[in-house]
């Protein structure tokens, strides 16, 4: 393995899935600018819109929630009803 490519500044951080609330502890070097304290300690926290814990695919749930194609699914059912 080459030596100095990989980074020094490895920490603790949590990862939050925002779509049910679970949250996993890991290392890495990602920037983020909010935190959470969690047993009287703060650590960096990285909001997640969906994870494994929320996946269909490893849940095994077939509902998947759409968060950013709502309005544009609205927009191509009903936004040009007024058009002529």
Known sequence: MK??????NYRVVVFKDMSNGDQFFTRSTVNTKDTIEI??????????????????????KSKLVDTAGRVDKFMSRYGNRHKK
């Open 3 to 8: 030596q100095g490519i990989h980074p020094d």
């Open 39 to 60: 047993d009287g300690e703060t650590y960096p926290l990285v909001k997640l819109e969906i994870s494994s814990s929320s996946h269909p695919f490893y849940t095994g």
